[in-house]
C-alpha cells in the first residue's frame, strides 16, 4: 500500500482522523473519529492474557443480521439442493413422475428461490463486516 503519510511510534498512537496513512506503533493505535483506505499495525491483545475483540467496517448490529441471514439461508440452500437432485431425475425418468411430482417440486423450488432472494435483499449491506477476534 502506498500511503501519503507514515507513522511509526514505539509507544501508542492516537491520531484523530486517519487517511491514506500507515501507522505503525509499539502499543495502541487509538483512532477516535475515522479511519479510511490506511494500513494500522499494533499489538492485539494485553499483557493480562485478556481476550481481545477487534473490530473493523460497519457497526456490530449489521453483523448479527448478516449471521441470522447466513442461518435463515443454510436450510433453504439444503433444501434447494434437494429439490434440484429431484427435478433433474424427474427429467432423466419422466416414466418416474407419478402424478405432477416434477411439477410440484418445481413449484417449491420457484417459491424457494424467491425466498432466498427476499433474505439476502433484507440484509444487503450487512456482508462487508470484518470481525476477528486474537488473545495473547
Do not use: W
Amino acid at each position: 500500500m502506498s500511503a501519503a503519510v507514515s507513522m511509526m511510534g514505539h509507544g501508542a498512537v492516537a491520531p484523530g482522523t486517519v487517511e491514506s496513512a500507515e501507522i505503525e506503533a509499539g502499543g495502541d493505535v487509538i483512532v477516535e473519529e475515522l479511519c479510511m483506505h490506511s494500513e494500522l499495525i499494533a499489538v492485539i491483545g494485553t499483557p493480562g492474557g485478556i481476550k481481545t475483540k477487534v473490530q473493523a467496517g460497519f457497526h456490530a448490529s449489521l453483523q448479527e443480521r448478516f449471521e441470522k441471514t447466513k442461518s435463515d439461508l443454510e436450510p433453504n440452500e439444503n433444501e434447494r439442493e434437494s429439490l434440484e437432485k429431484l427435478v433433474a431425475f424427474f427429467r432423466l425418468h419422466p416414466e418416474k413422475n407419478k402424478g405432477d411430482m416434477m411439477e410440484k417440486a418445481q413449484h417449491t423450488l420457484n417459491k424457494l428461490f424467491a425466498n432466498m432472494v427476499r433474505l439476502r435483499a433484507n440484509s444487503s449491506g450487512a456482508a462487508p463486516f470484518l470481525s476477528l477476534r486474537a488473545a495473547r
